[in-house]
């Protein structure tokens, strides 16, 4: 059985770029959540794909954007980057709808805005 | 809203002895999920413990037991027979359900000391 895995494992961008970031779901999970951990914080919920639809959003601006594909991976767009988006992105896999759908995490992503 | 409370941001604690992290959290639901989620320096965020608020009795995990008092709104984690891989930032979790999105605490750091 394949883990959670993220990619790239570190990014370094500068201010009003564009970033991409990569996740791929534990084998058989259909539900991915991403979330950001500020340095020194808990993570904060971005959004939750299901079946390739949001499926629920936290209080992140619309340049914060995502996709989930028919495999159930799933991409983080950020665009605009701000120095705040500079943080640990976290990814989450699920299984949803048979009640065993506890989240696995990957090992995240560090993104660097200078 | 939901929110999660720690209020330890670091602690230490002998090898072989025995810590609590403390934890509170607020919320109008009366049916959601408690979690506690190690994160080392290897960033992955693994589950240790879970608890559903419906069980009255406390969940345990070999070393690892908590206190759940729903009246109080309080989850505290204790972990026995402390050893050197303990050693992390341990963050205090709520989810309205296993695979919804997880509201998590600024986390306590937990350093062993030989």
């Known amino acids: 059985e394949t883990g959670v895995t993220q990619s790239p494992t570190h990014l370094i961008k500068t201010r009003g770029q564009q970033v991409t970031l990569r996740c791929s779901s534990q084998s058989g999970h259909n539900t991915v959540s991403w979330y950001q951990q500020a340095l020194g914080q808990g993570p904060q919920f971005i959004f939750q794909?299901?079946?390739?639809?949001?499926?629920g959003r936290g209080n992140f601006p619309p340049r914060f954007s995502g996709l989930q594909f028919p495999n159930y991976s799933s991409e983080l767009n950020v665009n605009a980057l701000e120095l705040d988006d500079s943080a640990l992105y976290l990814c989450?896999?699920?299984?949803?709808?048979?009640?065993?759908?506890?989240?696995?995490f990957g090992p995240g992503t560090r993104l660097t805005v200078l | 809203a939901q929110t999660v409370t720690q209020s330890q941001p670091e602690m230490s604690v002998q090898e072989a002895e025995t810590v609590t992290l403390s934890c509170t959290y607020d919320?109008?639901?009366?049916?959601?999920?408690l979690f506690w989620y190690k994160q080392p320096p290897s960033r992955q965020m693994i589950l240790v413990i879970r608890q559903e608020a419906y069980k009255q009795q406390n969940a345990t995990e070999n070393r690892f037991s908590v206190n759940f008092q729903k009246a109080a709104k309080s989850f505290s984690l204790k972990i026995s027979d402390s050893q050197l891989g303990d050693a992390a930032m341990y963050f205090c979790?709520?989810?309205?359900?296993?695979?919804?999105?997880?509201?998590f605490g600024k986390g306590t750091r937990l350093h062993i000391l030989p």
């Open positions: 989450a896999s699920s299984l949803t709808g048979t009640g065993l759908n506890e989240q696995f």
């Open positions: 794909y299901y079946r390739e639809e949001e499926n």
């Open positions: 979790a709520y989810s309205m359900n296993r695979d919804d999105k997880i509201i």
């Open positions: 919320t109008s639901e009366s049916d959601y999920y």
